[in-house]
């Protein structure tokens, strides 16, 4: 019997990678985190409909190191603990001493990117290290891997993420949304780097089927991979928003005390506007919305752009970001790569892989070209 470990399975993201692998009869999961009460009621929980066998162990992903992880015999871990932002590649480098896989959900640009570093030591132990196996990079990624070779020049790629809101981020998920707000990011517009400012950069966007919604800048480390994979690009520009017009601009309002050094960081305020939303989370939906848009020009030379559109309802968006983990730690298992070695997760499944896996959920993707 294969074993997943899921540190932090019982997190917004960690319990939905935990209730799709605990589909598999062949598998054991274990939920992980540093609370004894939340790990073993979410694993008894999920063991009643469960076809896994369903466990729970006490780890910490700061202070975790090789022996307990090799205690845990796990085939491979997934780490989504969170916020990556803080963190060391400890759990990392405690998985490679441990000789087992290692996938986390980051969307940190710094720590994704800098996963490579641990690659030699991933490649002489025999495992796999992955870090971005979420919506961005993860997911992302495949979208435009798989469309960028219909343009013989890829110019420019856009993404975005507007999630309904009835979705509980968890305070984890919550701080590191306002560690970014008002702060500088360099990116790629127009050919150069210029900065940008978190939650700036203030604009709508028309989802497809749920109508305009506010979106502001966001730093992920596509702003890095894209540009890297891809040398035609001359602008590459992610982007998130909130569903309720009112919580953007507020947002939106008090990045502006970062960026005038008024306050330093907005995330001690994660507790109390986390309380705010969840009292008002009436005002919102359930529907979410995802976007890549890629421009270019076709072996005619002719301008063209396609925008692939995802829309995930009845409260099914926050699986997104879990599920490309999950498609990893089956693949893993079952031995079909990725290959040893540490890498951000880029181009690392196909759109097709990632339909599959959410076929029984309220979530469907289009792509229009123009």
């Known amino acids: ?198 939650w700036q950069g203030l604009h709508r966007r028309r989802f497809a089927k749920l109508g305009p919604r506010w979106m502001s800048n966001v730093e992920v480390p596509d702003l890095d991979l894209l540009p890297a994979q891809y040398p035609s690009l001359n602008t590459a520009r992610f982007c998130a928003g909130v569903e309720v017009g009112l919580f953007h601009l507020g947002l939106w309002s008090l990045s502006w005390l970062v960026r005038a050094g008024l306050v330093r960081d907005l995330s001690p305020l994660a507790a109390p506007l986390l309380k705010a939303k969840r009292t008002l989370r009436f005002l919102g939906s359930d529907a979410g919305g995802m976007f890549v848009i890629l421009r270019g020009r076709d072996s005619s030379d002719e301008r063209r752009e396609l925008t692939w559109t995802m829309i995930a309802r009845s409260g099914h968006g926050p699986y997104v970001p879990a599920i490309a983990s999950v498609i990893l730690a089956k693949r893993l298992i079952a031995g079909t790569g990725p290959a040893p070695g540490a890498r951000p997760c880029f181009a690392l499944f196909a759109p097709a892989e990632f339909a599959a896996e959410i076929a029984d959920l309220d979530i469907s993707s289009t792509t229009q070209w123009r």
């Open 1 to 198: 019997m294969s074993r997943i470990l899921i540190v932090g399975g019982y997190g917004a993201f960690g319990a939905r990678a935990a209730r799709r692998l605990a589909r598999e009869p062949g598998y054991e999961i274990v939920i992980a985190g540093r609370s004894k009460v939340a790990a073993s009621a979410f694993a008894d929980e999920l063991a009643r409909t469960a076809a896994a066998k369903v466990s729970h162990a006490i780890l910490d992903a700061v202070t975790a190191r090789a022996e307990d992880i090799r205690a845990l015999s796990p085939t491979v871990v997934i780490n989504a603990s969170g916020p990556f932002q803080a963190q060391s590649y400890g759990l990392a480098r405690a998985c490679i001493g441990a000789a087992c896989h290692y996938v986390d959900l980051a969307d940190a640009r710094a720590f994704v990117t800098g996963i490579a570093q641990l690659d030699r030591e991933a490649r002489a132990a025999g495992v796999s290290v992955i870090s971005g196996a979420s919506s961005v990079p993860g997911l992302s990624s495949a979208v435009v891997h798989a469309f960028a070779g219909e343009f013989a020049a890829l110019d420019a790629v856009e993404i975005g993420i507007s999630p309904g809101n009835s979705f509980d981020p968890g305070l984890a998920t919550t701080a590191s949304i306002l560690s970014q707000a008002g702060k500088p990011y360099a990116v790629l517009t127009d050919g150069r780097k210029q900065i940008a400012y978190g």
